[in-house]
């Protein structure tokens, strides 16, 4: 295709998402389709605070992002809590210890200590 044959794309956007980019343009001192041209061809960064705020960096020092951080919250830790559940039910209903739940608890104590260590990191 040639530059005369020039094809526009069009790109579906909600009109926050749009005044949100008109923003960035602005800030950047260029018109908005400019600013959507450049970026999409990585002639420019994409903006320091994303428009999305679960993508947005949490204001620790190590600038976790809030998605991360629920990851830990909502996932890792209901993992541990799990895994916890199911031995507990097993003692109770009058299993002892063997080795294979001392291991899971092992791996328990493990998933303790790194969501522990991602939440200090993340407190600096």
Not at 30 to 47: E, F, W
Request: hydrophobic letters at 35%; glycine letters at 4%.
């Amino acid at each position: 295709m040639n530059d005369k044959m020039r094809h526009t794309p069009s790109v579906s956007l909600q009109t926050d998402e749009k005044e949100w980019l008109k923003t960035q343009a602005d800030k950047a001192g260029i018109t908005y389709t400019n600013y959507m041209r450049k970026v999409a061809l990585c002639q420019l960064p994409q903006a320091e605070i994303p428009f999305r705020k679960e993508d947005r960096r949490l204001p620790f020092k190590n600038g976790i992002s809030q998605r991360d951080m629920e990851r830990v919250i909502d996932y890792d830790l209901a993992k541990v809590g799990n895994n916890m559940n199911q031995i507990a039910r097993k003692l109770n209903e009058g299993a002892s210890a063997d080795e294979k739940m001392i291991e899971q608890m092992d791996e328990i104590w493990k998933d303790i200590d790194q969501i522990t260590n991602t939440i200090l990191t993340a407190l600096g």
